[in-house]
């Protein structure tokens, strides 16, 4: 090829002093040379941005069948230049690039929007299933919604007779899978006995589309090459009138005796005039949820628009024709579908970084935003809605509802068991308290949540306080770890006084004098049971709980008991990882499946 270009431009027969020529060839080039540029380095910060620095955004778009069109892009559009540059050339040159460059690229392009279709159609159907299971919740009060939570086995049974806990490192994505036994039958008899997979709220990774998954498509699109290219060298050797110069006249590649560009012409009309419309409708209707359908609607609908202009280009335009051949306007069709596949995802990219980036503090975002995991800054606005959902007794009963019920995690129990151990916990060091130090009582002098919030360290009336939770045993059943009945989160006279996402060192440190605690104060005896309980059922070694959380984590915590030197601070770095887990995992799954359809579960 390379030859055939250097000795076209030799021996031209247009000479080179010639006005036109050097004119045509010179724009020509300069426009391949910033073409080049651009989709090579755009295309290469692309690959970087996804392979090292797991941009989310960029993966939502299946970026290995994103950049092997890319790819295919290039190379067409660049040969289209040379090409045009060339002005005459042989009529097999044309066919290498429908059959081989453009054929292949609109393959590309289906599959892509083929992937997106059978991908995210689940969630089109659990949208209407969201609408039947929200109308039916409504009717009932919300204090049945949190029994939603108690219906969780806290273990199940395998095949093999073994007893799991069911929390989310074996978590499975319900919300498809919900059986209303009216409206959808369920797909799968043995949820919690096939756990051996991690479901997030991404639909990417369902086990039921391993067919259009990346793999598999790119083994379909090699092989559907590896045949374009045998058909275009059967065409080739058979069809001799192809290797005429004469391109500016498109008689002699599509006459009697150019009978071999019939075929690729009429897989591109098949492709770009019968699927695409097909497509493009099926990906309308099932919405953009993930905001991923844009660029490839532009990509397809810019095709069918290139198809016509084509067409009528090499056969009304014939003034235009002289000049400019008809492979300018698949160097057209090229550059825009690689603006849309690679340079606005990249910039929106970037730029959503810089917003989140923007997002996160000088000084941070408190102590229950820290820990090993990797790119939290991503995460850091939508910890704070999470954390302020959770301060809200409604918000938090659905949103433990909708985890118990579509996702099997057991983390909410997690945190719920952690709240009852951090009221005792209080209640035992604020006993200890009330007789050395008093303080007059007055609403004034009583903390808020968002003093609490704010670590504000305000005097409590530790006698009334003392009193009101003397009471509040009284009128309630004595609470037993890891149970299955409705925990007592917020009618605990502690609740209003301390925020619920708080560790119990840092609400600690919001009732009692600071000078009176640390990090290294020991858990009141009283409570050394139901810390030894707790870290049993949720922070063993190799249980199911600890996978999820870092390994540092869990040894520092067996550590402490092992040595019975438990400090207030012990858990409350694992109740983070919780925390953090609830947030990337489910809460987001929880805003992504229904505020996009302005559904909640009320």
Known sequence: MALYILRRLAYSEETVGDAAWSIRAISIFSILGVYGALTITTTAIAIYRYAHTNDEFLARRSMPLVIFQALLGIA???????????????????LWIISFGVLLWLLTVAARATQHFFLLWPNKVSATLSKHCISESSKSTAGNCVEGISSVPAYYQDLNGILHRSDTVQTRDLW????????????????????????????????????????MLLIVLVFSATLLVSLTLVIGFKSTDLFVISAGYPETCLGDNGWGMWLPYSIAIACVGLAFPALEFMIW???????????ILICMFF???????????????????AHLSGLFVIWLAALVTHVSSICWPLWQSIKLQRQQEALVPQSGIGSSYKGARPRRSMYASLY????????????????????????????????????????????????????????ACSDASMPTIPSRLAHEYRPVCFSAMAKAVAQWHKRCHPVQMVSEIQRPLDTH???????????????????????????????PEITKNALLNFVTTYLARGSCMSVNIPNTIVESVQAAVEQSSVGLSVLDHAKDEVLFLLCTDVYMGYCMRLEPHGLSLK
């Open 76 to 94: 067409v559009g660049v040969i289209s230049l040379v090409g045009c540059a060339l002005h005459e050339y042989p009529c097999v040159l044309k």
């Open 493 to 523: 006279p502690l609740a209003k006084y301390v925020p619920f996402t708080k560790g119990i060192f840092e609400s600690a440190m919001l009732l009692l004098p600071p000078t009176s605690i640390d990090e290294k104060t020991p858990f």
């Open 384 to 439: 704070r809605e999470f954390q302020l959902t959770l301060e809200e007794h409604p918000k938090r009963e659905r949103f433990f509802a909708f985890a118990a019920q579509y996702y099997r995690s057991t983390l909410p129990s997690f945190l719920s068991d952690f709240q009852v151990l951090k009221y005792q916990v209080l209640e035992a060091l604020i006993g200890n308290q009330q007789g050395s130090i008093q303080y």
């Open 303 to 321: 095709s069918q628009i290139i198809l016509v202009l084509y067409a009528l280009w090499e056969t009304l335009f014939t003034g235009i024709r």
């Open 176 to 215: 498809s899978e919900y059986d209303t036994s009216t409206l959808w039958p369920s797909r799968d008899k043995s949820l919690l006995s096939e756990a051996a997979q991690h479901y997030t709220c991404h639909p990417y990774p369902r086990a039921e589309c391993w067919i259009v998954s990346n793999r």
């Open 285 to 295: 209707y099932i919405g953009d949820l993930y905001n991923t359908q844009a660029d």
